[in-house]
Structures are given as C-alpha cells and as structure tokens.
C-alpha cells in the first residue's frame, strides 16, 4: 500500500540515466505524456565508437539539472503538480544510473514527494502503454542493447520469462556488426539504413528449433559469420557490399526475433503481443512482427520516441508500480548494474 495508490490522477516526474541519454519526462496515469526530453550523448560516444562510462557519468552530471527543469518546464507544471519521483535505477551502467538516482533522491527529499525505484526493462515495457489501450495480458518481445527476451506479462506487475540470449543481445549484435562494415555508433539504425539499399543475398545463421525445444537467442554466431565474412573480402582485397550483408544480417537478425515471437504465440495460444527496446524501431521487425496480424494476433509497438531510451516509460512504468500498490523507495536506493527480469 502506498499514499498515492487511490488517487484519481497521478502527475509523476521521471528520470532516466541508465546509459549515453540524460532524460526527464513528466507522464500522466501512465499513458500520456505531458512532456519527454532526452539530452543524448550519442556524438560524444560515436568517436570511440560506443559508450565510454564515465564519460557518460561525466556528461549525465553535466546535463541532468537543465533536463529536468526543461521538462517540467515543458509540461507546464510546478512542483505541486507532481504527485511521485520516479528514477532508473538498474540495469545499465552504475555511474551513470547513480547520477539520476541521486538527482531523484535530492528531489523527491526537497519536494517532499515519495521516490519510486524503477527497472529499465519494466520502462521499456511500459512504453507500449503510451497513447495506447494495451492491457495486460500479453507477450512481450524485448529487444534492446543490453537484453534480449520474450516475457509473459500476466499483469502490469507480473511479468514471468519465457526465453532469453544465451550470448550477446539483439542490440548488441546490430551494433557490432556496424563497427565492422565502418558504421557509426549505434549501429541498429545505421545497419537498417544500409539495408534499404542492400538484397538478402548472405545466409546467415540462426537457431534452429524443433517442436518440443526451448526457445531461447542466439547471436554471438550471427555476430562471428559477419566478422569472418568481412574479414575474408578484406584478405581478397575485395570491395565490401556494405548493403547486401546489412540486410542480409538484419534479415537474419530480425527473423530470429519475430520467428521465435511466432513460435511462442503458438505454442501459448496468446494473441496479444508487443515489443520493446531499442531495436524495436527496427523496421524490419515491425513488418515482421506485423505479419503476426494475419493469424489473428494483436500487435502493439511503442511509438518511435518510445523505443530507444527515454524517461517517459519509466513514467509510464512507475504509474502502474504504485497502482499495485508498492511501498515506496526509501532514499538508500542504490544503482543496480543488473535487475532480474520480475
Ligand atoms: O533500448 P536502447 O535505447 O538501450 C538499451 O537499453 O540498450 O537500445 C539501444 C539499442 C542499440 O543497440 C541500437 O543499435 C539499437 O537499440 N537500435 C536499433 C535501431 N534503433 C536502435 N536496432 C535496430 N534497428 C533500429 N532502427
Ligand atoms: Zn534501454
């Protein structure tokens, strides 16, 4: 049980830090978004060719107090009108989180407002409640740099896994193949670009799964096919088709996702799905994932603002942990490198 639990409305402040973006957003009863600013560090990172933590540290400290004060600037609202704090604390990189918790905390002491401890897999999650109607239940394919995973979410608060990467995420895959065909970090939207312009005309590998096998992801060897590839044209001298293996690994990257999703919607007889995480701007995998349609399941996807990390979902996630009625955090919260996915 929590103060907030049986009132109407709820305005709540979140933050978001958990990686390159500074974010503040401030999101009415879960849904709306009143306003979502994101301060990203990506072109700082780019020339290193991904994220450097304490440089993120470094830059999140730098950012984080006009971010906040743009959002609620924003949103047209005071102090008064915030009814919670809401902050990431875990999964990411705990320099980074720490400067947004610690933000959080001084706030919610200083406003006298109650402080909620979110997952960034949960926020990810919640995107999809955004000017939407989804409500639970529903199968969620998350998809991000860090995690790769299908969950049942039975409810907002319960949520049980069903498969998971045995090795690298999705995001992860996307961002190393880029490095090595030459793109830019981060390399899911660059690979996607390319892609436009390329044909299907490498086989790349994925799992392979009979009737009764469990599921689970796979892309350390998808990973390690594109390297060798690249690699031999290099030895050769060969001019590197950039576009051809950009599609060819996005196909095989996206249809591990969408085919595994496929198979879960089968063997469970959900006909409710969404997905998640940053590579769930992928296009591919949202034309993919659209095809699902055709057998009468439902498909839900966070706008494209929503997928990549924002402090909106961490808004939208924290609404519905204080609908369940969870205490909130006590000002000892602490950064967490990794959160189990509950
Ligand atoms: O969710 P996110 O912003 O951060 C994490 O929680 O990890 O996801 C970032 C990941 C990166 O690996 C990035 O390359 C990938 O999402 N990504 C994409 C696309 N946009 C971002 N991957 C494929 N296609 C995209 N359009
Ligand atoms: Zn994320």
Redesign the pocket.
Known sequence: MNCLQDKKSLTILAIES??D?TACAVVRDGRTVLSNVIATQIEIHRRFGGVVPEIASRNHTLAIENVVREALERANVTKDDIDAVAVTYGA?LVGALLVGVNFAKGLAYAWNKPLFAIS?VKG?IAANYIDSTLTPPYLCLLA????TAIVNVEDYEKVSFIAGSRDD????A??KV?RVLGLPY????E??KKARDGKVVYDMPVPKFGKSDDLYFSYSGLKTFVINLVHKMEQKGEELPACDIAASFQAAAVSQLADTLSLVCERTGVKKVAIA???S???E?RRRASELASRGVEVHYPKLTY???NAAMIGAAAYFVIKSGAEASGLDVDAKATVPLK
């Open positions: 958990s990686c973006e990411g960034h990810h991000s740099g860090g995690h995420a999705a995001g992860e996307f961002d880029a981060p390399g899911g939207p690979i996607q995480g940053g590579v701007a992928n296009e995998l997928c990549t990390d």
